[in-house]
Antibody, heavy 121, light 110 residues
Framework: QLQLQESGPGLVKPSETLSLTCTVSGGSISSSRYYWGWIRQPPGKGLEWIGTIYYTGTTYYNPSLKSRVTISVETSNNQFSLKLTSVTAADTAVYYC?????????????WGQGTMVTVSS | QSALTQPASVSGSPGLSITISCTGTSSDVGSYNLVSWYQQHPGKAPKLMIYEVSKRPSGVSNRFSGSKSGNTASLTISGLQAEDEADYYCCSYAGSSTWVFGGGTKLTVL
């Protein structure tokens, strides 16, 4: 059974870079059927799509975050990562990684448990 | 890319039905049959309930159904149960391999 697990610092200082990793277990990140995504949720607010990546490294980003976001993949470790630069308090959120079934369900069908990241000095 | 519009809250009594709307534009909901719905209980990750407007993943109760008309998608939950009380989010493909979520709707089972 495929599982996703986010990891990374829970506290980041303003103006610094937020870095998170998602580890995929129980399946290969290199499957041609799936993309892998990051979604965040500020406290008490809704979900926001950040971006998605294919195992080949092809990426797609939310236009509102594109200038600050980089998503990368490391197939050898079955992981993909998120970097968000120049963070502010507005980037405080629970960050989820999720699988996007692009050839079947066309939806985010498996999610990690999420990790809370607070931006504060 | 603006968030899809959902009502902030809906409520219903056990056994009855409710419908949650999700309004987008001709660039997202109106152009693609790629609307999905997610259920989120407090402190938990979202769970996929509906994909491609009206299809249910394996294991999701047939009390959940979806539809779309023009730029508005809808999620209907029939035979409301206490366990259905949660937040619900819609999501739509928005072209150029981008996705947009709704603001979320809090369902209260009275």
């Amino acid at each position: 059974q495929l599982q996703l697990q986010e990891s990374g610092p829970g506290l980041v200082k303003p103006s610094e870079t937020l870095s998170l990793t998602c580890t995929v277990s129980g399946g290969s990140i290199s499957s041609s059927r799936y993309y892998w995504g990051w979604i965040r949720q500020p406290p008490g607010k809704g979900l926001e799509w950040i971006g998605t990546i294919y195992y080949t490294g092809t990426t797609y980003y939310n236009p509102s975050l594109k200038s600050r976001v980089t998503i990368s993949v490391e197939t050898s470790n079955n992981q993909f990562s998120l970097k968000l630069t120049s963070v502010t308090a507005a980037d405080t959120a629970v960050y989820y990684c999720a699988r996007l079934d692009d050839s079947g369900l066309d939806a985010f069908d498996i999610w990690g448990q999420g990790t809370m990241v607070t931006v504060s000095s | 890319q603006s968030a899809l519009t959902q009502p902030a809250s809906v409520s219903g009594s056990p056994g009855l039905s409710i419908t949650i709307s999700c309004t987008g534009t001709s660039s997202d909901v109106g152009s693609y049959n790629l609307v999905s719905w997610y259920q989120q209980h407090p402190g938990k990750a979202p769970k996929l309930m509906i994909y491609e407007v009206s299809k249910r993943p394996s294991g999701v109760s047939n009390r959940f159904s979806g539809s779309k008309s023009g730029n508005t998608a809808s999620l209907t939950i029939s035979g409301l149960q206490a366990e259905d009380e949660a937040d619900y989010y819609c999501c739509s493909y928005a072209g150029s391999s981008t996705w947009v979520f709704g603001g979320g709707t809090k369902l209260t089972v009275l």
